[in-house]
């Protein structure tokens, strides 16, 4: 009877938990399920395998901090025993046990248990306690005070390894990275996932990834189990005003009328701290700096912007905020208590008054998303163990998710550990304005896919010391520009500046920001992928090169998306007048966007750069969608403009949706781009759009870009209609070398054809 119970009850949390996480199931199908005693082993796919050990044999079954879903399709395998050892053989490894031990990782050796897998067709075999030297690393909780590289070495470890194999360690008393631990989600009466203590708090749990250099596979199951990295809305990829000082609320009137006289493209202001009473942690407006916070954020929205606060809620809630006695009521005090309330987020009670009382107020006054800066303690006082940095995550992220289901949540904030994934976005910290903490910016930033933490957001300029360097900035800006988060900030210093209008370079500050908001349906197709697959938008080149040294190697480049490749320039002009930096190309040809050339790859090189000029190449053969200039991404231009890279067969995508609601993973739409080149003919399609959301345009306009056109094609059809003639439909600009095909106005369930012919493309030489 007691077994029938917790059947039903672990039934219970299936199934509440199904209903709050997109379907993610923590219990598994019991034939991937292997028992031996007080070990136990779940098969999720031919290369991860769970592994538990339990003295008292009380297995756990919830939802932990890391992982949420072993609900998968059971993949084959076998099971043997022969002279005392368990053999679990799937496609990909074999699993050896002794039955009846106990695996520790202080065993550093196969005696108990070994798993053996194949990388590039040799033998490996991992056992507890093996050393991952060639671990390709993580991320970090923050880059506080980082200067150049001097946080490198505090990079947690990451899912992937040269070595070929990783473990995710889930063992109630292994430490996570900022020395909290994983507990696991229990839900509450009204389904809120809660954080509870493991049924054998001395239970083993380690998850084995054995994927070789399959890395994007890794991670494509890394997300089946630890679930999706959501996608963030539209706004949240538009430029941001960030600063930490006290801006009183006409100074803040004076910034929007300044962006918007200089035509500044912009879709995020941030109010720092000092938007409230009490110093450092506060809940209540400061009314001496705004004196009408519902109007000012009026104000903000009437002009396109969205808008975030910031918080610093370790001091909890003094006797002199809004709705304090409401909170004490709530939480059992004495009516007569002045006392501050601590902050204690892990008791349901305090978590439930708090948003009622205290957050749902400043949303209800028109704040948009939570800056969560969390720079205090980082385990909780009251739960011995609980990450104060992932908990908070957690709870901000689900209660935006849960109770303002008229938008699509998200917070800002800093990693917290395996699972913070499902929490974007992350805020790095104040970093030293320095070129080597820009150069070591760019490697990081990719190097957080190795977890899943795709969404990086770094206060570009640097948040302090410094002088105003106008290089440093703009550098920074367009490094800035192909990142997930773009976002300029800085420290109350009175000696530093991040109003990019006051700059001597500030046309080619604003062609960065132009820049970033053209290649917005790229980016944001990227964004969508990421949800799809868990590879981020930023990566490192490995990903698509794993047994190419360079790629490892050349830290300081990455891909954006699956077709752009960028090497930001991370140093000072020279006196030739150039920037010089070394690049490697991996093998095949790529479109240089500095020359407008064809290039042959596999080769390193050394490039020369102005400062208006971004290492950026695209990928032959790819299709690249972008906007006109515009002054926001929340709304879906007109025309759309589709750039065909010459030099081979290709296809692209354009994802889109409503841009801020959360029935985004069924209701979208996608229309697929493709290019066949043979005897300097081009066959180009845009398919019919497929899907639906409730706002998509029904027309639109096309403008087709063929690059790299050497001379006016012979002949130009569109849907077999000759246009070569028709200069409103087809023109060739010798000087850039495009042909641009205007499609007029169509359904957007119209395909297009065009058909270019005798318009070959050639290479540069280098």
């Known amino acids: 009877m007691k077994h029938r119970y917790l059947t039903l009850f672990l039934g219970l949390v299936s199934f509440l938990f199904m209903q709050a996480q997109d379907g993610y199931d923590p219990i598994p199908n019991?034939?991937?399920?292997?028992?031996?005693?007080?070990?136990?082993?779940?098969?999720?796919?031919?290369?991860?395998?769970?592994?538990?050990?339990?003295?008292?044999?009380?297995f756990e079954d919830r939802a932990s901090f890391a992982v949420v879903n072993r609900k998968l399709p059971v993949p084959e395998f076998t099971t043997q025993t022969e002279d005392g050892y368990l053999y679990i053989r799937t496609s990909a490894l074999e699993?050896?046990?002794?039955?009846?031990?106990?695996?520790?990782?202080?065993?550093?050796?196969?005696?108990?248990?070994?798993?053996?897998?194949?990388?590039?067709?040799?033998?490996?075999?991992?056992?507890?306690?093996?050393?991952?030297?060639?671990?390709?690393?993580?991320?970090?909780?923050?880059?506080?005070?980082?200067?150049?590289?001097?946080?490198?070495?505090?990079?947690?470890?990451?899912?992937?390894?040269?070595?070929?194999?990783?473990?995710?360690?889930?063992?109630?008393?292994?430490?996570?990275?900022?020395?909290?631990?994983?507990?696991?989600?229990?839900?509450?009466?009204?389904?809120?996932?809660?954080?509870?203590?493991?049924?054998?708090?001395?239970?083993?749990?380690?998850?084995?990834l054995g994927y070789g250099h399959d890395y994007k596979q890794c991670l494509r199951d890394f997300v089946l189990v630890a679930g999706r990295i959501p996608l963030p809305p539209k706004y949240i990829f538009g430029y941001w005003y960030s600063r930490y000082y006290a801006y009183t609320q006409q100074q803040f009137r004076q910034l929007v009328m300044e962006i918007e006289h200089n035509n500044i493209p912009i879709d995020v202001m941030i109010v720092d701290t000092d938007w409230h009473i009490n110093g450092w942690t506060g809940w209540t407006w400061n009314t001496d700096l705004i004196p009408n916070p519902k109007q000012l954020l009026a104000y903000f929205h009437q002009h396109g912007l969205k808008t975030s606060l910031n918080l610093h809620p370790a001091y909890g809630v003094k006797s002199n905020e809004d709705n304090y006695s409401l909170l004490r009521a709530d939480m059992g005090l004495p009516s007569t208590s002045t006392e501050t309330i601590p902050w204690q987020l892990n008791d349901y009670t305090f978590y439930k008054s708090m948003f009622k009382n205290i957050i749902r107020l400043r949303e209800q006054d028109g704040v948009d998303f939570w800056w969560l800066d969390w720079q205090q303690w980082l385990t909780n006082p009251y739960l011995d163990g609980l990450g104060e940095t992932f908990w908070c995550n957690h709870v901000f992220f689900e209660d935006m998710r849960i109770n303002r289901p008229e938008v699509r949540p998200v917070i800002f904030h800093r990693w917290g550990g395996l699972g913070s994934h499902r929490y974007q976005i992350g805020f790095s910290g104040d970093t030293f304005s320095a070129w080597s903490t820009l150069a070591f910016e760019v490697g990081f930033t990719s190097q957080a896919s190795n977890v899943g933490y795709a969404y990086w957001g770094h206060d570009l300029g640097g948040h302090q010391g410094g002088n105003n360097d106008p290089e440093l900035f703009l550098r920074w800006m367009q490094f800035g520009a192909f990142t997930p988060i773009f976002r300029s900030h800085a420290t109350n210093a009175s000696n530093l500046e991040r109003r990019i209008w006051r700059y001597s370079n500030f046309p080619q500050l604003l062609d960065a920001v132009r820049l970033r908001y053209r290649i917005f349906p790229y980016l944001y197709t990227a964004a969508r992928e990421t949800y799809e697959t868990g590879i981020g938008m930023n990566r490192p080149l490995y990903y698509e090169y794993p047994e190419e040294n360079n790629a490892y190697k050349y830290e300081d480049e990455y891909f954006f998306g699956n077709d752009m490749l960028v090497a930001p320039v991370y140093m000072p002009t020279q006196s030739d007048g150039y920037a010089h930096r070394s690049i490697w190309l991996p093998e095949g040809k790529w479109w240089d966007t500095t020359s407008g050339r064809l290039i042959s790859g596999d080769r390193t090189f050394m490039g020369y750069f102005t400062s208006d000029e971004i290492p950026l190449y695209y990928r032959a053969g790819s299709i690249i969608p972008n906007y006109p200039d515009q002054r926001t991404v929340q709304t879906t231009p007109d025309t759309i403009i589709v750039q065909v890279v010459p030099g081979a067969d290709g296809e692209g995508r354009f994802y889109e949706d409503a841009g801020d609601t959360q029935d985004y993973p069924t209701q979208f739409t996608d229309t697929r781009f493709s290019q066949h080149r043979a005897g300097g003919n081009i066959d180009f399609q845009i398919a019919a759009r497929e899907g639906h959301f409730d706002s998509m345009p029904a027309e639109r306009v096309w403008q087709?870009?063929?690059?790299?056109?050497?001379?006016?094609?012979?002949?130009?059809?569109?849907?077999?209609?000759?246009?070569?003639?028709?200069?409103?439909?087809?023109?060739?600009?010798?000087?850039?070398?495009?042909?641009?095909?205007?499609?007029?106005?169509?359904?957007?369930?119209?395909?297009?054809?065009?058909?270019?012919?005798?318009?070959?493309s050639t290479m540069a030489h280098l």
């Open 704 to 760: 087709v870009e063929f690059l790299g056109q050497e001379m006016q094609p012979e002949g130009v059809t569109l849907d077999g209609q000759d246009v070569l003639s028709d200069d409103q439909v087809c023109r060739y600009d010798a000087d850039s070398r495009v042909l641009r095909i205007t499609v007029p106005r169509r359904s957007c369930s119209t395909p297009v054809n065009i058909h270019v012919i005798g318009a070959p």
């Open 95 to 208: 699993l050896r046990y002794r039955i009846g031990s106990q695996p520790k990782a202080t065993d550093r050796s196969t005696k108990n248990l070994s798993i053996t897998f194949l990388l590039n067709g040799q033998a490996v075999t991992w056992y507890p306690g093996k050393d991952d030297a060639l671990n390709l690393g993580g991320t970090r909780r923050t880059l506080d005070n980082a200067w150049g590289d001097s946080f490198k070495e505090g990079i947690e470890k990451g899912l992937l390894s040269r070595a070929g194999w990783s473990i995710i360690d889930e063992s109630p008393s292994t430490q996570r990275g900022d020395g909290s631990r994983s507990f696991v989600f229990q839900p509450t009466s009204d389904g809120f996932m809660w954080v509870d203590k493991p049924v054998d708090p001395a239970a083993t749990d380690w998850y084995f």
């Open 30 to 58: 019991p034939e991937a399920v292997v028992l031996s005693g007080n070990m136990r082993f779940t098969v999720l796919t031919p290369q991860m395998i769970r592994m538990q050990y339990s003295e008292t044999a009380q």
